[in-house]
């Protein structure tokens, strides 16, 4: 049982350059979520699911775009990235929005 | 927004102190919960108190909850260098999911 799995663990961008960050959960869990963490902001709520098929956006949205094909899986990507967006990632995956959440172990991404 | 905030900001003690965060939010919740980070690492799920509930215990974890005040604290009794962390509230509106800004304990040997 691996839990949240996330990939890779560190990334640097040009600005302008797209990317993905793979994000992986093997509980079953209907509820995943993706956070940027940055120095003095706590965590802040990107994009959410509530199931597969069904998005929605957090607390700061723009910039990043999101699916969820399976239940397992819910990528985040960058379209166009910019220094703005250097910080660190965690994904999340839980039962319900109510309940305890698993984190992956971040992606840092720096953007040049 | 509906993040919590943390009080104090930073905190440090000796090993073998207590040490108390105290952790305010916004609009009414379901529940709150406690998780802690270690330096350059995931969080990590502490306790969770429903809002109907007033006080929790968790091994040498106490939480409080006052949803008339919208406030809740985080008690670890008889600290640890390995309890030096950073430590999150973090409370839901509908669907979502907010985290506070956080508490960073140190505990020195």
């Known amino acids: 049982n691996a839990g949240v799995t996330q990939t890779p663990k560190f990334q640097v961008l040009k600005t302008g350059q797209s990317m993905t960050l793979q994000c992986a959960q093997d509980m079953n869990h209907e509820y995943m979520s993706w956070y940027r963490q940055d120095p003095g902001m706590g965590l802040r709520l990107i994009h959410y699911?509530?199931?597969?098929?069904?998005?929605d956006q957090g607390e700061v949205p723009n910039g990043y775009n999101v699916s969820r094909s399976t239940t397992e899986d819910f990528p985040l990507r960058l379209l166009s990235a910019a220094p703005s967006q250097t910080s660190v990632y965690f994904c999340a995956s839980s039962s319900g929005p109510w309940g305890e959440q698993y984190f992956g172990p971040g992606t840092r991404l720096t953007v040049t | 927004s509906q993040q919590g905030e943390e009080d104090p900001q930073a905190l440090s003690i000796q090993e073998g102190e207590n040490a108390t965060m105290n952790c305010s939010y916004k609009t009414s919740i379901n529940n709150l919960q406690w998780y802690r980070q270690n330096s350059g690492r995931g969080l990590v799920h502490l306790i969770l108190i429903r809002s109907n509930e007033r006080e929790k215990h968790s091994g040498r974890l106490r939480v409080t909850l006052d949803t008339s005040k919208k406030s809740s604290s985080l008690l670890i009794t008889a600290s640890r260098a390995a309890d030096t962390a950073s430590y999150f509230c973090?409370?839901?509106?509908?669907?979502?999911?907010?985290f506070g800004t956080g508490t960073s304990l140190t505990v020195i040997p």
């Open positions: 699911s509530v199931g597969a098929g069904i998005t």
């Open positions: 973090a409370t839901d509106a509908g669907n979502q999911f907010y």
